[in-house]
C-alpha cells in the first residue's frame, strides 16, 4: 500500500520559515509528478506547487517567489516545500500529491501555522 507522510510542519512568526518534506513508502517505482496542496479552515484545497516530472515546476501566485518545491533528484520519491518570508494568510493543512500512472496519493497532511 503506497502511503505517503508529511514532515516539517509547526508554528513560525510572520517572516520566518519552513521545511515540509514528504516522504513514501510501499512503492518501489518513482512518481511521476509531486505536489503539495494546501486547505485552510472553511476554504477549499488549493494548490501551492508542482513539480513534474521534467523537474519543472508551477507555483501559486500567493507563493511564487517565497516557495520552492524540490526533489532530490527525478527518482527521488521524496519532496520538500521550503517556504519563506511566511505570511499570515500562510496558515493551513498542507499536503502532500504524488501521481503515478492514472492514480493519485495523499498524505494525511501537516499543520503550518503563523503567528504574527
Known amino acids: 500500500q503506497v502511503q505517503l507522510a508529511e514532515s516539517g510542519g509547526g508554528l513560525v512568526q510572520a517572516g520566518g520559515s519552513l521545511r515540509l518534506s514528504c516522504s513514501a513508502s510501499?512503492?518501489?517505482?518513482?512518481?511521476?509528478?509531486m505536489g503539495w496542496y494546501r486547505q485552510a479552515p472553511g476554504s477549499q484545497r488549493e494548490l501551492v506547487a508542482i513539480?513534474?516530472?521534467?523537474?519543472?515546476?508551477?507555483y501559486a501566485d500567493s507563493v511564487k517567489a517565497r516557495f520552492t518545491i524540490s526533489r532530490a533528484n527525478p527518482r527521488d520519491n521524496t519532496v520538500y516545500l521550503h517556504m519563506n518570508s511566511l505570511k499570515p494568510e500562510d496558515p493551513a493543512v498542507y499536503y502532500c500529491?504524488?501521481?503515478?500512472?492514472?492514480?493519485?496519493?495523499w498524505g494525511p497532511g501537516t499543520q503550518v501555522t503563523v503567528s504574527s
Open positions: 500529491k504524488a501521481y503515478f500512472l492514472s492514480r493519485e496519493f
Open positions: 513539480i513534474r516530472p521534467n523537474g519543472s515546476t508551477h
Open positions: 510501499g512503492i518501489t517505482a518513482t512518481f511521476q509528478g
